[in-house]
T-cell receptor
Framework: SQTIHQWPATLVQPVGSPLSLECTVEGTSNPNLYWYRQAAGRGLQLLFYSVGIGQISSEVPQNLSASRPQDRQFILSSKKLLLSDSGFYLC???????????FGPGTRLLVL | GQSLEQPSEVTAVEGAIVQINCTYQ??????LSWYQQHDGGAPTFLSYNGLDGLEETGRFSSFLSRSDSYGYLLLQELQMKDSASYFCALTSGNTPLVFGKGTRLSVIA
């Protein structure tokens, strides 16, 4: 069966510090991968998506970046965090050409 | 572009039936999905409509009318554990889902 992992579960970082969040999927190959951010009590904002290794599409230009170094690994990064980067970061995957999206457990980031 | 509208909040009584509506604007999309998210948790898939009509999965049903650009999620025999946020989302193959802003359902005794 397929499983999606995200870590860390929670993170408290000072403003201006770097960020690296990792997401891995097991039990499938060539998944479409997504990074979302959700502010408290709000909807899901798509940040990046990838249909293959090294292929990244950015939906929201900002101080975040994403990389896909391996087929089932998706990394969200920042060189310098802003207060506004606080939120709930969710990684998700879909089988290619399919509709159902499966979400990881999320990382709760607080920037102070 | 694509956009979806759904009510921000709905309150219903335990044991009752509640319908959460979703209207959308798009062109060439494939289907409408519904996701449930409990406080502090990640969204989980509930239902998908690729064709017009009703899809039933246990206590949950979802409906789509492409001609009306409208869909809804129907929850029957409401339980307290159904209190959560519900998101409709437009799906179109390999392109990313477009989510609505979510409807917060509160089930009261």
């Amino acid at each position: 069966s397929q499983t999606i992992h995200q870590w860390p579960a929670t993170l408290v970082q000072p403003v201006g510090s770097p960020l690296s969040l990792e997401c891995t999927v097991e039990g499938t190959s060539n998944p479409n991968l997504y990074w979302y951010r959700q502010a408290a009590g709000r909807g899901l904002q798509l940040l990046f998506y990838s249909v293959g290794i090294g292929q990244i599409s950015s939906e929201v230009p900002q101080n975040l970046s994403a990389s896909r170094p391996q087929d089932r690994q998706f990394i969200l990064s920042s060189k310098k965090l802003l207060l506004s980067d606080s939120g709930f970061y969710l990684c998700a995957w879909t089988p290619p050409g399919k509709e159902t999206q499966y979400f990881g457990p999320g990382t709760r980031l607080l920037v102070l | 572009g694509q956009s979806l509208e759904q009510p921000s909040e709905v309150t219903a009584v335990e044991g009752a039936i509640v319908q959460i509506n979703c209207t959308y604007q798009t062109s060439g999309f494939y289907g409408l999905s519904w996701y449930q998210q409990h406080d502090g948790g990640a969204p989980t898939f509930l239902s998908y409509n690729g064709l017009d009509g009703l899809e039933e999965t246990g206590r949950f049903s979802s409906f789509l009318s492409r001609s009306d650009s409208y869909g809804y999620l129907l929850l029957q025999e409401l339980q307290m554990k159904d209190s959560a946020s519900y998101f409709c989302a437009l799906t179109s193959g390999n392109t990313p889902l477009v989510f609505g802003k979510g409807t917060r359902l509160s089930v009261i005794a």
